[in-house]
């Protein structure tokens, strides 16, 4: 029986010390936050059914599709562009 609350304990201190090094996140200062976003390719969808992919480029611009959760367009996919600017990083 001590064998085996030994063996217990013994697994939890293991799991609490090599899960310390896992739980400690850190925050995204502004530069980071930029370089993790631009130039790479998201896709969304809204609660409404609005849904679509595109690329936030380092400039400010976006260039994607989206496509509008609406009987009468049937879910057509339309092509997107916002101009240089626009999207704030």
């Given at each position: 029986m001590s064998v085996r609350v030994s063996l217990v304990?013994?697994?939890i201190l293991a799991t609490?010390?090599?899960g310390a090094g896992v739980v400690g996140a850190e925050e995204?200062?502004?530069e980071q936050a930029r370089a993790f976003v631009v130039g790479k390719?998201?896709?969304y969808t809204?609660?409404?059914g609005t849904a679509g992919m595109g690329r936030i480029f380092a400039?400010?611009?976006v260039v994607g599709t989206i496509r509008i959760h609406?009987?009468?367009l049937?879910?057509?996919a339309f092509y997107a562009m916002l101009p240089r600017g626009k999207a704030r990083l």
């Open positions: 304990c013994a697994c609490g010390v090599l995204l200062g502004p390719l998201f896709s809204c609660f409404e400039d400010g611009s609406v009987r009468a049937g879910g057509i």
